[in-house]
């Protein structure tokens, strides 16, 4: 071990010793500072096409020039791979491939390096922990300097105290309107993301959900854009209590005021227009995963999602809502384990519970202004006492216990017919959640379990693995249609011509889901058809 006392010693060529060796001291990026704020444009990127044109709106709107990378391709992964070190996972390859090649283009566009590195900054977040995301920071500038864009900024901040590091880099200021504008965005992208899914399986006319989507997007973002710099009417109060009344004035403006409900409604009207055809047999496949494989909508994740529904499945996505409240959960989980150890317990305990309450709530809330069609998030409690069976609760990196969780919730509710984890080759804290999941499979031959790496290459035999265990799906799938038409006493024909008269039933948001079994979005409909049939005696 070396100490301030004893540093390491360096030797030259004939073993004489020549002095210790220099403090080893990395190099901080210069702050992006207000001065800057009309000259620097922000980058970001990784979440959906969704939640990228929300956020990039909200920034927009609080008064930054900002843009969202495009969603990256297999040339950013070749890109990444040829600057970043050997033996990292995929999300840090694209990643940093995608903002080289996105700099590259500026460059095509007529700016120099140093422009690009001068006026350009990107943010990600940071992390700690097993898992190699809390590195990826380091890597993305070494990377972006060996690419030619020395000094290019990459800036992090940790996903548990981005509040607080707000003073890091004082250039962005996180005001109430910020704040409230970003978890606006958040829950909406969530939304769009997860009834897209719902809806383009059973669309009567391809490519209308796309287009009523994007309709839909362009909308919204316009809208946080016009709110984001929103101040309150004056009010004759004292000067504390008007700060605190101001406050609450916003976040009723952002989250519950008239033109918010106004601008969902107009979102709900969009979507209604895409008519669907509810009794397609499609097996339910959930995909969880790696937070970065699990989220990807393009070849990071061999554009998975969009492969199933066209193999005939229906997808289950996790939206960004659950990942938070796992976080929130997981701060809870280590504030009981403290207790007594230190103050504040009951302070810490009633603020995090509040927080995912507040968020549950107000999930809701948009859910059912957006016609109810989207699915609740995640009682995380329940998924805890789950996994708790086979996974430390308190074991830290990536999506910890979830991943187990999740699998035992989907096997006791029976809603889905394939369970599919999708991570990047090597990830660590995805290697643990495999281990516990071989015990699970292993205890419940009924689960349908399908584990799959990722990589920027190797697609063919990676999707070939899903389309073989598919099949058994779609077989589950037909099998449990079947049962619950033949339960019925009922022709597939009778429900089709009863359907047609009944337009209504060909809404997007039409409510006849039930609890499950059956898990088949097309069985929950016959069952429901068969009895509004008895009802009206048909």
């Not at 959906?48 to 044109?53: G, I």
């Not at 095509?108 to 140093?114: F, Q």
């Not at 070494?142 to 690419?147: G, N, P, R, S």
Request: net charge positive.
């Amino acid at each position: 071990m070396h100490d301030r006392l004893n540093p390491p010693r360096r030797f030259g060529p004939a073993g004489g010793d020549s002095g210790p060796l220099p403090q080893y001291r990395r190099r901080l990026p210069l702050p992006f500072v207000p001065e800057e704020t009309p000259t620097t444009t922000i980058l970001f990127g990784n979440l959906t096409p969704k939640h990228d044109a929300l956020i990039e709106a909200v920034f927009q709107g609080s008064g930054y020039r900002c843009r969202a990378l495009p969603t990256p391709t297999r040339a950013a992964y070749a890109t990444g791979v040829e600057y970043c070190n050997y033996g990292l996972c995929n999300p840090n390859y694209f990643t940093a491939g995608n903002l080289i090649n996105y700099c590259r283009q500026l460059i095509r566009e007529g700016l120099s390096a140093e422009e690009v590195s001068r006026d350009f900054v990107y943010f990600t977040i940071g992390g700690c922990g097993p898992c190699r995301f809390g590195m990826y920071e380091s890597e993305y500038r070494q990377a972006l300097e060996d690419a030619g864009f020395p000094g290019f900024r990459v800036l992090t901040f940790l996903a548990n105290t981005a509040i607080r590091e707000g003073s890091a880099h004082p250039g962005v200021k996180y005001t109430v309107n910020f704040g409230l504008g970003m978890f606006n965005a958040l829950i909406l992208g969530d939304l769009l993301f997860d009834i897209s899914y719902r809806i383009r399986p059973f669309e009567a006319e391809p490519g209308a959900t796309d287009a009523a989507i994007a309709d839909v997007t362009q909308d919204l973002a316009d809208f946080l854009r016009r709110r984001a710099l929103y101040e309150p009417p004056p009010h004759r109060l004292p000067s504390r209590l008007q700060s605190f009344v101001k406050i609450l004035w916003k976040i009723w403006f952002h989250l519950c005021g008239e033109e918010w409900r106004e601008a969902l409604e107009r979102a709900r009207e969009r979507l209604a227009q895409v008519r669907m055809d509810w009794l397609r047999v499609k097996p339910v496949v959930k995909v969880t995963g790696e937070f970065y494989s699990a989220l990807s909508e393009g070849e990071a994740n061999y554009n998975l999602f969009r492969y199933l529904e066209r193999e005939g499945a229906e997808v289950v996505v996790d939206p960004i809502t659950n990942l938070i409240l796992y976080w929130l959960y997981e701060a809870r989980l280590n504030n009981r384990r403290r207790r007594g150890l230190r103050p504040g317990f009951w302070k810490k305990e009633a603020l995090l519970g509040f927080s995912s309450w507040f968020w549950t709530w107000r999930y809701r809330a948009a859910a059912r202004l957006l016609g109810g069609l989207a699915r609740e998030p995640e009682d995380e409690e329940r998924i805890g006492r789950l996994a708790s069976r086979h996974y430390d609760l308190l074991a830290r990196g990536g999506e910890g216990h979830l991943i187990a969780g999740r699998a035992l919730e989907s096997i006791e509710a029976r809603n889905c017919h394939l369970f599919v984890n999708v991570k990047p080759f090597g990830c660590m804290p995805s290697t643990q959640a495999d281990g516990v999941m071989a015990l699970v499979a292993d205890r419940h031959p009924e689960l349908l379990f399908l584990p799959l790496d990722t990589l920027g290459e190797g697609e063919v035999n990676a999707l070939n693995r899903v389309q073989m265990v598919l099949a058994d799906a779609r077989r589950r799938a037909r099998g449990e249609f079947e049962e619950c038409l033949r339960r019925t006493g009922r022709t597939l024909d009778e429900i089709r011509a009863f359907v047609s008269k009944h337009p209504e039933m060909q809404s997007p948001f039409y409510a006849f889901r039930r609890a499950t079994p059956p898990a088949g979005t097309a069985a929950q409909f016959v069952l429901h058809a068969a009895e509004r049939m008895k009802r009206e005696k048909c």
